[in-house]
Each structure stands twice: as C-alpha cells, then as structure tokens.
C-alpha cells in the first residue's frame, strides 16, 4: 500500500478537506499513474452530497482523469511508463457478461465498478481522481492522443463520452436535426460533437446570454425557452434531443419540438422523478429515452474523434484550494465550462 494526498468529503454537508488515502500495491495487470489533471463533473457533488443515495465517508471524488504512468503490472501489455493516459467513470466490471463482451462495460450485469465510491475487487472502497496518484487494472485505461492537451482531455473522460454515446447511438450525422438542452459542461461538449458529425445542431437555453459560444462552438442556431415562441417555431422540427440539464422541465412542451419518430435523451439526472404524459409520445411515434457513458472502446473511438476534429473541453484549471469554491460555483452554473483540478497543487494543500 501507498499513502498519497487527496481532497476528499467527510459528510454530506462539510467542505472537502485534504487527506492522505491509501493506494494499492501495483498487481500483475495494474497500472499506477501519476495523476496531472482531475476534472470536476456535477456527478461528483450529486455523489458526495448524497444527493443520489447515502455515500460512505471519507470520499475521494473525480472520474475525468488525466496523468502519466509511472509503473506497470508485469503481465501489463497495452500501456508503459511515460504513456499519458486517461481513467474515466469505471475501473473495472466482471468481463465476462454479455454487454462486457460487447465493449459496454458500463452496462456489466454485474455492475461496473464506479472510479469513485464503489466496491473494488479487494473489497475496498474506490477512491477517485482528486488525488496525485491511483492504480487501476490496464483495460480501464485509455491512451490520451497527442493532440489533446491534458487539461482539455480531462472532461472528455465523462462529459465527452456520455454525449458522445448517444449522439453515436440514434445517428446524428448529415440530414439530422440536434437539439441541445442546455450549454453547461455536458452540454458544450454536446454541440461540439454533433457538428462535427455533421448533424444540424441548435441549442436550446433559458436565455440567450451564452449565445456567442454556442454559435462558435458549432450550432447552427440558438433559441431561448424562456421565450414561449421558442417552442412554437421549432415544434416537430428535430430528429433527436439531447437533455444535459440535472432540472425539471416541461416535459411536453421538450417533446413536442421532436419529429416523428424523433428521439429525446437524457443524460443530466435530476434527483427528482420526470413526470411524461404518454400522449406527448403517441401522437408522433415519440421516444423518451437515457444514456449513461459509453464502453471503453467507444471511449477511446471519442478520444480519437476528438483528436482528429480538434475538439476539447472548455476549461478554467484551479488548484486544489479552490475545489469547495468551485463545487459552488457548479451548483451556481458559473463556469464556461468545466473545472479542472490541477493535481500538483493537492501535495501543498495535504502538507499545509
């Protein structure tokens, strides 16, 4: 075992606070990285919040990691020392079921293991990225692509796959018409995507105060939902939406702006129940569906895409003394557009 510096929360209630956690000793197919960068994702305050259920404490959050190897099982084949890599929201699942042999380990019938907060196969508690270091089993690593500087890399590991997955899966591409619910951390991630692929992209905010970066992040137009005509105009136009947004909405009103046989996804997760009146999906062949991450080949088929298409996250790097304020300013949606921790400032947070 090795002790390494963490930020980690203590309750549902009280600010992080930095300790030292323990890692495990690199097995035969492990691989310890030395962590650079750990993005900040609105998952990791739900979690540690309780928000979604009771968390066990202390919790080391962060599953958009980004670092370099620095050691290497001896049966490890696919990553060496120096590599920089990446670890995203699993380290592990059964490999055996039927999705883990599809490459969609996040739907293991077993249940995968989450980076952060689950039950490792030693029967220990995972602790996630906001630490300098971690060891995990080499197929749940990824190989960051040259082109993708780290900090920018890092919120791809959740952000970027779980737009990425559903985008992919109901086939926006050329001719498709993309709506984006919401221009946060997922959803510029989402614009970002789905241009790239080709599809016809709006975004759909409250109000039109994010409406540069929209438009120059990819999206073809950019209406306001406060504004009642909104849903008016645009009423049966889009083939496939995607939620982003962690709020209650108007349900009808969202799926009424899908064509026929169009599709609304959610991937922001709500605590609250979604409350859907099955006319708004039987007068139009409506789907009302949700997507979680992607496996860890399609992770790495983002990875790639985003390499080739230069995109990346839009980030603000802080260092570890400004996580709670950060956490803050998340829940106020004051961030263009995710928070990346940088992880050598966490060694002078422990010792002071």
């Known amino acids: 075992m090795q002790n390494v510096p963490a930020y980690a929360a203590t309750s549902a209630t009280d600010p992080l606070v930095p300790i030292t956690i323990e890692r495990r000793e690199v097995g035969p197919k492990d691989v310890l990285i ?9 998952s990791d305050i739900h979690t540690a919040r309780s928000e979604w259920g009771p968390a066990q404490y202390p919790l080391v959050t962060g599953h958009e990691i980004v670092g370099t190897v620095t050691e290497v099982g001896s049966e490890v084949t696919t990553h060496a020392v120096g590599d920089r890599v990446g670890v995203g929201c699993m380290v592990n699942s059964c490999g055996e079921c039927q999705y883990c042999k599809a490459g969609e380990e996040q739907f293991c019938e077993k249940g995968n293991i989450g980076t952060y907060g689950a039950t490792d196969v030693d029967g220990t508690m995972t602790q996630g990225g906001y630490s300098t270091h971690v060891v995990v089993t080499e197929d749940f690593v990824l190989k960051i692509p040259d082109a993708i500087d780290s900090d920018k890399a890092a919120p791809l590991l959740c952000a970027g796959i779980t737009t990425y997955s559903p985008l992919k899966h109901w086939g ?15 959803g510029h991630m989402a614009v970002q995507l789905a241009h790239a692929m080709g599809a016809e992209v709006t975004v759909l905010s409250q109000s039109l105060k994010k409406q540069e970066d929209g438009l120059r992040l990819g999206a073809d137009d950019y209406r306001a939902t406060e504004d009642p ?4 105009e645009l009423a049966g136009k889009f083939d496939l939406i995607i939620n982003t947004v962690s709020a209650q909405l108007d349900m009808r009103a969202y799926l ?11 991937v922001g997760a709500p605590p609250e129940p979604m409350p859907v009146q099955a006319f708004s999906l039987i007068m139009g062949r409506r789907s009302f569906a949700g997507s979680l991450i992607g496996g860890i080949a399609e992770t790495q088929e983002m990875l790639d895409f985003c390499a080739e298409q230069g995109i990346g996250a839009e980030v603000e790097v802080i260092s570890a003394d400004k996580i709670n304020e950060a956490w803050d300013r998340v829940v106020g949606s ?11 400032t966490l060694e002078d947070a422990v010792k002071s």
């Open 34 to 42: 030395h962590i650079t960068h750990a993005g900040i994702c609105h």
């Open 172 to 186: 926006a591409g050329p001719g498709k018409k993309v709506a984006v619910i919401g221009l946060g951390g997922l």
């Open 229 to 232: 005509a909104t849903f008016e």
């Open 256 to 266: 009424n702006l899908l064509a026929v046989d169009g599709t609304m996804v959610n």
């Open 334 to 344: 004051d961030v263009r557009y995710r928070f990346v921790i940088d992880t050598a």
